[in-house]
Nanobody, 126 residues
Framework: QVQLVESGGGLVQAGDSLRLSCAAS????????MGWFRQAPGKEREFVSA????????YYLDSVKGRFTISRDNAKNTLYLQMNNLKPEDTAVYYC???????????????????WGQGTQVTVSS
């Protein structure tokens, strides 16, 4: 059974850092695009970042570029999101997600991801 489990969320002040982790199990994810999405109260889920299996590139939402860094350890089947200089507008539930193996569609849309974690809350106070 495929499972994604996020951890590392919490309550921090503006300017602080957090590192989210996503432990994947059930199969190998080295040939998946893996991503982070977030959903703030009253808002739709939005793309934050993705790590593409195709070109090993990282992609980011414009508002987090320069502050967030996605990385993956395929040997550990773990995805990370280092978040620096956090802002109150980053407050949301953060979800880890994985596409099917060898996926060649867009990394941006949540519809391309088939496995999702339960989410971890990130709250940034001003």
């Amino acid at each position: 059974q495929v499972q994604l489990v996020e951890s590392g969320g919490g309550l921090v002040q503006a300017g602080d850092s957090l590192r989210l982790s996503c432990a994947a199990s059930g199969r190998t994810f080295s040939s998946d695009t893996m991503g982070w999405f977030r959903q703030a109260p009253g808002k739709e889920r939005e793309f934050v970042s993705a790590s593409s299996w195709i070109d090993s590139m990282a992609y980011y939402l414009d508002s987090v570029k320069g502050r967030f860094t996605i990385s993956r350890d395929n040997a550990k089947n773990t995805l990370y999101l280092q978040m620096n200089n956090l802002k109150p507008e980053d407050t949301a539930v953060y979800y880890c997600a994985a596409t099917p193996p060898f996926y060649t569609g867009s990394y941006y849309y949540s519809s391309g991801y088939v496995n999702w974690g339960q989410g971890t809350q990130v709250t940034v106070s001003s």
